[in-house]
């Protein structure tokens, strides 16, 4: 395995790990913006 796949490899991960992060964010504003509006 050549360093740069692994470097690939290596910045898929952190974009991935961010996307997911991410995405999570934009739930909990959902959640909390439904519970606000419905409260």
Same mark, same amino acid.
């Given at each position: 395995? @050549?360093?740069?796949?692994? &470097?690939?490899?290596?910045? @898929?991960?952190? @974009?991935?790990?961010? !996307?997911?992060? &991410?995405?999570?964010?934009?739930? !909990?504003?959902?959640?909390?913006?439904?519970?606000?509006? @419905?409260?």
């Amino acid at each position: 395995m @050549s360093p740069y796949k692994g &470097l690939c490899v290596r910045n @898929s991960a952190q @974009s991935n790990q961010a !996307a997911v992060t &991410l995405q999570w964010g934009l739930l !909990a504003l959902r959640c909390h913006h439904r519970e606000k509006m @419905s409260a």
